[in-house]
């Protein structure tokens, strides 16, 4: 079942997106993202086995694997899986399924910009496909700032290599507080603020997007 | 009674202090623990520098080796951190490939250098094309007791602003590198990135300069690198639970306050090698 949506707010400019669920039959759940060019496609497996040197006794373990599109995961990888994972943590109710394990797979199909947010994205929709508990939902934005201090969300590879900062940002869909911030660049304290309340504007639309995504697919079970 | 009551609900005893604003070891919310720096401490490495932010203790090594620029700049020299968490530092480190808060953490140094223009990389260039220095910048814990991010930013800034490279030339007739050992120079450092971590406890409490037992047991881990003026550098929260606008603005004006005393601490150890010899 696909989804696709097209925005365009004066404020917060998302390129167009869209997801797919259910579309890989091993994993528990899985999805793609799509933003702009940007693609991620997103496999769970869990709740399940854990190796005995990994398991906590109250918790699930999270493991989040992010295969790049060529080669080997380097240290840029590591970097990103621990930001997916740490946020997926706050958000699934690990202590309903102690001494398992729920691993996140993203695969990068194509990098356009905006690579981290769109992870977040696809791993949030493939969490729902999986049907893990959670107990509020997440997405995820990035705002660059050029050179001359306009701020861009959802910049392409080439918005972002002209910018001078990036900032991604992982909303949550109760409060919409920052759940996740990983920056680089210099910026200002005001750029900050701006940044975060135009992420948090546009994560309006992407909530909105995963509620008409579930509504229209449980509609039809009967 | 106290050690039997921490060790069976950790999270409880610490909340029992925290709701009197201080923590076990006696320090406010708002306190960062005492810190030390060293610098020159390796004399066979061409900078270096040890901190000890409280139990935390943090050394970092700089080798500058000679290659030939990338193809893609070749006006510009290389700095390659890297951040090691041997099984010495802390048991919860196995022997073995870096483990993945190794990983993160020399990505998120090779990120702040890069933020803050901490060096020129042009300046690395000795000549277009054909060669550069690469500085090897490898920071090793031998004692992690938390907020290891912040440590490994001053550390850094330290070792590179004690780093001396040594003149090259190049021979217009043999066409190779002459390096003088005589003659050495300090590199430019243009800002000063200093970093603070904050652990967030209950969704609610935020501590600064959180201790290994305390970061364990929070729900949220923030580091805010800033540079001498008041420009951020990196708002690293990898995740956990949410923080309001306000609680944010709030870390960031610590933190600014934060770099005003490392900025002085660093300046006062490079001023007092200068006098000592």
Redesign the interface.
């Known amino acids: 079942m696909r989804t696709m949506m097209e925005l365009d707010q004066s404020c917060s400019v998302l390129r167009e997106y869209g997801s797919e669920q259910s579309l890989i039959s091993k994993p528990d759940g899985s999805s793609t993202f799509v933003q702009g060019d940007t693609s991620i496609l997103a496999g769970v497996y869990g709740p399940a086995e854990v190796k005995v040197s990994k398991e906590i006794y109250d918790r699930a373990t999270v493991e989040v694997l992010i295969q790049p599109k060529m080669g080997l995961p380097g240290v840029r990888e590591r970097a990103r899986e621990q930001c997916v994972r740490e946020t997926c943590e706050a958000a699934l109710l690990l202590t309903l399924h102690p001494r398992s394990s729920v691993t996140v797979i993203l695969q990068v199909i194509h990098d356009d910009g905006s690579l981290l947010s769109c992870c977040l994205n696809a791993a949030c929709m493939a969490l729902m496909d999986a049907g893990l508990p959670m107990n509020h939902l997440f997405c995820s934005v990035t705002c660059a700032i050029s050179k001359e201090g306009q701020i861009i969300t959802d910049p392409t590879a080439r918005q972002e290599k002209e910018s001078r900062a990036l900032l991604t940002f992982a909303i949550d869909s109760v409060e919409r507080n920052v759940l996740m911030s990983s920056t680089t660049g210099s910026f200002s304290v005001q750029e900050l603020q701006q940044c975060i309340a135009i992420s948090q504007k546009a994560s309006e639309q992407i909530f909105q997007f995963y509620r008409d995504s579930v509504k229209r697919r449980y509609s039809k079970i009967k | 009674m106290a050690a039997g009551f921490k060790t069976a609900e950790p999270l409880e005893y610490h909340r029992s202090f925290l709701k009197e604003n201080c923590r076990p070891d006696g320090r406010e919310l708002g306190e960062f623990r005492p810190t030390t720096l060293n610098i020159s401490s390796i004399a066979t490495a061409d900078g270096s520098a040890l901190v000890k932010i409280g139990n935390t203790t943090v050394i970092c090594g700089i080798k500058a080796e000679l290659t030939t620029p990338p193809n893609d700049a070749p006006n510009k020299g290389y700095i390659v951190p890297n951040v090691d968490l041997p099984p010495l530092c802390s048991s919860r480190f196995r022997p073995g490939p870096p483990g993945?808060?190794a990983?993160?953490a020399?990505?998120?140094i090779?990120?702040v250098i890069?933020?803050?223009?901490l060096i020129n990389t042009e300046e690395l260039c000795i000549e277009k094309a054909k060669l550069c220095w690469v500085l090897y910048c490898d920071i090793m814990c031998l004692d992690y007791d938390g907020n290891l991010l912040d440590a490994c930013v001053v550390v850094l800034l330290a070792a590179l602003k004690n780093a001396q490279l040594p003149q090259v030339t190049i021979n217009k007739e043999t066409d190779l590198a002459e390096v003088d050992i005589q003659k050495k120079r300090p590199l430019k450092i243009n800002r000063h990135p200093v970093g603070s971590s904050f652990a967030v406890f209950d969704d609610s409490i935020i501590i600064v300069d959180p201790t290994a037992e305390e970061e364990s047991l929070s729900?949220?881990l923030?580091t805010v690198v800033t540079?001498e003026d008041?420009?951020?550098?990196?708002?690293?929260?990898?995740?956990?639970?949410?923080?309001?606008?306000e609680k944010?603005?709030h870390c960031?004006n610590r933190a600014i306050t934060r770099n005003k005393e490392i900025s002085k601490l660093v300046d006062k150890v490079i001023k007092s090698m200068k006098t000592a010899k």
């Open positions: 993945e808060q990983q993160a020399s990505q998120f090779a990120d890069e933020s803050s223009h729900t949220a923030l540079d008041d420009r951020l550098c990196a708002i690293h929260k990898p995740g956990g639970t949410s923080l309001s606008g944010l603005q960031i």
